[in-house]
Structure formats: structure tokens, C-alpha cells
């Protein structure tokens, strides 16, 4: 379907050729950053409590958030988005609320180190050690001690699927189930290797052609892309993954390898839930989930998180 008209009006907004500049981190986190609601037009939550998680690495800030009083929660680990180099605590506020709310989970949104301060491998290590100390601390969590669920955007759905190979490996605990929304998984830009690189590429707010830049920070190194943590797609073997919600936008380009992710998980005999979302662009949530034809996202998550 052609893109929905209260976006096509934002995106015919926009300037219709623009200088290529440099990216530089912080101005660039001063734009994402920005949130598009105040706290007090928010979706409310019963109690969110702001904590520092200690590992040997650093010190991570996380924001926990109850979706009511009770003894007994499962536990939701919210990784965000950004490219790996911006995105906090509080860019994401106004979607994890009402993914609280409609899931019953207790959700942990974790403030990774970010890149270029922090490259590969800081971020996969920080939202791994997060999630191992919630389950570590299972009473003062009020943790069910069962179900214990991944979240992510963007790069933040390349989180989730990368702690689910990396706990696969360890063994130190299970993830029960992942929500990838619009997730990057090939952080290899040499070649546009999705048709949706190509088909969505330019115009639609992420514009192809500045992903690798985008992606570089995180890559400091001479990191290998080929690398599954790195590149989760890249991976073969999926067998024994946690049950999957993929969640997709038609004019994303990132979508054909959210949809082809999905497909590699199902032929390993992972349980799958693959939607694709008509008519919007990459990173519409808490952005256009005010228009009605997006607002389910956050009921379909919590439907596919409680079944």
C-alpha cells in the first residue's frame, strides 16, 4: 500500500536533496534522543524504578518498570535502538510503557555502553550481563523464575537476537522468547544484498547509502561482519532459539532481512510470528503508533508475549 498519509506529509517535508555530511555522535543523539511525548501523556505504569547494575565491565544504568502490585512477574529485558551509538533510557520511555502494560511483564530497559566510547563487543556484553544478574537475582526481582523474554529495535533487535546465540552458547540461563521490531541483522553494507536496501533506500527517513557510516562506530576494529554476534543473520544453525515475534515495516530498508531472519528460524523448527506492518517506515514505534492502522503493535506484542 501506498505510504500512510500522515507520514507521506512528514516525508514530503523533508528537503529534497541534502549535502552528505559527517555523522558525529553527538549531534546525532541530540535528534533521536528527543522524545515525541511528554511523561505526562504517557501510558502510565504502576511503578518504574531507575537502578545501576554493576558488572565487571561497567556500570549500567537500567529503568525497571511494574505493570502492577503482585509477588510474581515475568521478566521482559527491553535492548533500544540507536545504531549502536545513541538512544538512552528515555529515547524509549514511551514504548516500553505501554509494552508493560499490555504484556504483564515486569520489562528491564537497559542502558548499554555506546559506541565509538564503547565498540563491539561493549554493547552484546552489557545487555548479556544485565539479563544474567536479573536472573541472578530472582527474589528481589520478584521474577517468576520461567519466563524470561528479549526485546529490541533496530540495532536493539540485533541485540536480542545476539544475546539469544550467546545464551544459547553459555548456558547460564534461557530466554524464553524474543521480539525483534524492524531489527538490522547484516551489519555487512559492502554490497545491498535485501531488494528492500534498494526499494526503500532513500526517502523514508533511513536512507541506505549512510548505513555503513552509521554502523562504523559500533565496528571500530576491524571487526568481522561475518561474525553472528555481530551479523546474527550470518548464523546457520538457529535450532534451539527462543519462540519469535518479528515484527516488520513495508518501507523499511531493513525489512527483506527481518523477514529472511524470521524464514532461516523456521526452517530450524523455531516457533515464528512474522507481521509486517503496511504503509510506515523503520522506526515507527512511538513515532506514528498514535495512528490507528499502528496502535495494535503494542497489544500484539503483549498477546504473543502472555500465550
Same mark, same amino acid.
Given at each position: ?14 528537503? &529534497? ?6 555523522? @558525529? ?17 504517557? =501510558? ?17 544504568? @537500567? ?16 535492548? *533500544?535502538?540507536?545504531?549502536?551509538? $545513541?538512544?538512552?533510557?528515555?529515547? *524509549? ?28 563487543? /561493549?554493547?552484546?556484553?552489557?545487555? !548479556? ?24 529495535? $533496530? ?19 534461557? @530466554?524464553?522468547?524474543? =521480539? ?23 526517502? +523514508? ?6 548505513? /555503513?557510516?552509521?554502523? $562504523?562506530? +559500533? ?10 554476534? =555481530? ?19 513495508? +518501507? ?14 523456521? #526452517? ?6 512474522? @507481521? ?10 512511538? #513515532? ?9 503493535? !503494542? ?6 508475549? &502472555?500465550?
Amino acid at each position: 500500500m501506498p505510504v500512510h498519509p500522515e507520514i507521506k506529509k512528514i516525508l514530503d517535508s523533508l528537503p &529534497k536533496s541534502q549535502p552528505k555530511t559527517k555523522v @558525529i555522535p553527538e549531534e546525532h543523539r541530540k535528534m533521536f534522543d528527543a522524545p515525541v511525548l511528554p511523561v505526562e501523556k504517557r =501510558v502510565q505504569v504502576y511503578s518504574v524504578e531507575e537502578r545501576t547494575v554493576p558488572t565487571a565491565e561497567a556500570d549500567i544504568p @537500567i529503568r525497571i518498570y511494574t505493570p502492577k502490585e503482585g509477588d510474581s512477574f515475568p521478566i521482559l529485558m527491553y535492548f *533500544h535502538g540507536g545504531a549502536f551509538f $545513541s538512544g538512552t533510557l528515555d529515547s *524509549h520511555d514511551e514504548v516500553i510503557r505501554p509494552i508493560c502494560m499490555e504484556s504483564g511483564y515486569k520489562v528491564i530497559s537497559v542502558g548499554f555502553r555506546l559506541a565509538p566510547e564503547h565498540p563491539f563487543p /561493549a554493547a552484546l556484553e552489557d545487555c !548479556y550481563n544485565v539479563t544474567k544478574w536479573a536472573t541472578e537475582n530472582r527474589g528481589e526481582l520478584k521474577w517468576d523464575g520461567e519466563t524470561l523474554a528479549l526485546a529490541g529495535d $533496530s540495532s536493539g533487535g540485533n541485540l536480542v537476537a545476539a544475546v539469544s546465540l550467546l545464551a544459547r552458547e553459555k548456558q547460564e540461563f534461557s @530466554i524464553t522468547k524474543q =521480539v525483534l521490531y524492524y531489527p538490522s541483522l547484516d551489519l555487512d553494507f559492502s554490497e545491498f544484498r535485501y531488494p528492500s536496501l534498494v526499494e526503500n533506500g532513500k526517502g +523514508y527517513f533511513v536512507e541506505s547509502d549512510q548505513l /555503513a557510516e552509521l554502523n $562504523s562506530f +559500533y565496528l571500530l576494529g576491524g571487526v568481522d561482519t561475518d561474525n553472528p554476534l =555481530v551479523s546474527p543473520i550470518r548464523e546457520e544453525n538457529l535450532e534451539g532459539l527462543p519462540t519469535a515475534l518479528i515484527i516488520t515495516a513495508e +518501507y523499511d530498508p531493513f525489512r527483506d532481512e527481518g523477514e529472511l531472519f524470521a524464514g532461516n528460524l523456521k #526452517k530450524c523448527g523455531v516457533h515464528v510470528e512474522t @507481521i509486517r506492518y503496511e504503509g510506515v517506515t523503520h522506526g515507527f514505534l512511538g #513515532k506514528f503508533t498514535h495512528l490507528d492502522e499502528y496502535k495494535d503493535v !503494542y497489544k500484539r506484542t503483549g498477546d504473543f508475549l &502472555k500465550s
